[in-house]
């Protein structure tokens, strides 16, 4: 199959905003080639020939489907490297990327998304959802622990100073003298 256009069809002749339209009807619309003709020639006065829309729309559509997957798998390759980058922003990458398979699914199929693809995804989606809560609650319980902490150090300040100045003592027992100070002394060892 031939996928250089030919440079005397008179698709390729018209104009790029009637192509554009045109691309329009076939693409987008889906519509048959009779009322493609019917519209061509009631718009620009141009009947063009079954053969040559269906030989445009093949060349047009392996072109499409590659520039389809080559920009999905750009979407996907930037999603695994926003994953490395940021893995506690999984849940809304992960919607990103469901939106983007629903859109392709819609395009694939003349029906819309299925639902079984459309469960599966909401599924994936309440699991990224509940991983992302219990990561945001773990942030909140170290950022809770950090100040907790940095107002006990404060409290504390003079006493932790005496520690620290203590030569009788190395760093590991300057660190275990100070922890046992802010947190007690029934600390697991």
């Not at 499409?64 to 798998?73: E, V």
């Not at 107002?151 to 030569?167: S, V």
Request: hydrophobic share 35%; charged share 35%.
């Amino acid at each position: 199959m031939r996928l250089k256009p030919d440079s005397r069809s008179k698709i390729e002749s018209m104009p790029p905003e009637n192509r554009e339209i045109l691309d329009g009807w076939l693409f987008d619309e889906n519509l048959s080639f009779t009322e493609i003709n019917r519209r061509s020639v009631k718009m620009w006065d141009v009947r063009i020939h079954d053969s040559t829309l269906s030989r445009y729309y093949r060349t047009h559509f392996q072109r499409r489907t590659i520039k389809r997957i080559a920009d999905s798998a750009r979407c996907a390759n930037a999603v695994m490297k926003e994953f490395e980058v940021n893995p506690t922003d999984t849940y809304q990458l992960l919607l990103k990327m469901a939106g983007q398979i629903a859109f392709e699914k819609s395009i694939e199929s003349k029906k819309g998304v299925d639902t079984r693809t459309l469960g599966e995804l909401i599924k994936i989606l309440i699991t990224a959802r509940k991983e992302d809560l219990g990561i945001q609650k773990l942030r909140l319980e170290r950022d809770k622990w950090e100040f907790d902490t940095a107002r006990a150090c404060r409290q504390h300040m003079a006493e932790i100073q005496a520690i620290t100045k203590d030569n009788y003592l190395d760093e590991d027992a300057q660190v275990l003298a100070i922890r046992r100070r802010l947190f007690g002394s029934n600390l697991p060892v």
